[in-house]
């Protein structure tokens, strides 16, 4: 298997997942301003849509979308528990929370890359995820983990937004104990410890 991945980026949540699940894969940067691999390839003939994560299976398919990536990479491996199994109340609960980061986390943050946003548009955004970051905190001030004592996939995708949400937020990351708590839980993880150090980006808490 193989991950098309860019430093940073949303790919991070399966690159994290793979090593979790302990499932042997090879890495292939993407530079996503040209639309080329780090070998020469053309990503656009891997991925149509332009943007990672992507990966190639071993029987020549392609599979796009991080969330269902990393239910793919689970379902994969189930002994190591990154998601409940299909059909059961837990893994709806799951994908809940899944879906909750994709469309609320994720693409609200999206807005903060653009560096032509005007400074009431900037802190409209802000704003409006401060009351997203919240409610996940309030979640694992409950619990270890977003769906209890279990690491899963969801919390290596969470772990990508609050990567982003610090570097946006600053001081609105830093003034929330349960994230940072959360974020020292995450990284405490050796998979994680080694996606963040093979993309050769620095832990949050370190």
Not at 3 to 8: D, R
Not at 23 to 43: A, N
Not at 137 to 157: I, R
């Amino acid at each position: 298997m193989k991950l098309y991945f860019s430093p940073g980026a949303c790919s991070l949540s399966p690159h994290i997942a793979l090593r979790e699940a302990g499932i042997p894969f090879d890495l292939e940067q993407v530079d996503l301003r040209t639309k080329t691999t780090k070998s020469g390839e053309d990503y656009t003939q891997v991925n149509p849509k332009g943007y990672v994560p992507a990966f190639r299976l071993d029987n020549g398919d392609v599979l796009t979308e991080g969330a269902v990536l990393v239910q793919y990479l689970a379902d994969q491996k189930p002994e190591s528990k990154l998601a409940p199994a299909n059909g059961t109340m837990e893994r709806v609960r799951l994908q809940e929370w899944l879906h909750y980061i994709a469309t609320e986390m994720h693409k609200g943050v999206s807005p903060l890359y653009n560096p032509k946003l005007e400074e009431d548009a900037r802190n409209a955004v802000l704003d409006r995820l401060q009351k997203r970051f919240d409610f996940l905190g309030e979640a694992v001030a409950k619990s270890k983990f977003l769906t209890g004592d279990t690491f899963t996939v969801a919390d290596g995708y969470a772990y990508y937004t609050l990567r982003a949400w610090k570097k946006f937020s600053g001081a609105r990351y830093a003034d929330s104990k349960p994230l940072r708590d959360y974020v020292a839980r995450v990284e405490a993880r050796p998979a994680v410890k080694a996606a963040v150090e093979a993309e050769g980006l620095p832990l949050i808490e370190a």
